[in-house]
């Protein structure tokens, strides 16, 4: 069990460390914006 929380951590830092500034904002802002909830 602990070993799948490790791996599932460790692939989580590494798309997170991929991403570019651009590509991490956009992602920010679909999750978290207003805007795409108000959309619903």
Do not use: N, P, W
């Not at 791996?7 to 795409?36: N, P």
Request: glycine share 2%.
């Amino acid at each position: 069990m602990t070993e799948d929380r490790t791996r599932r951590a460790r692939a989580v830092c590494d798309y997170i460390a991929g991403m570019t500034d651009r590509y991490a904002i956009e992602v920010h802002q679909k999750l978290f914006s207003l805007d795409l909830a108000l959309d619903l």
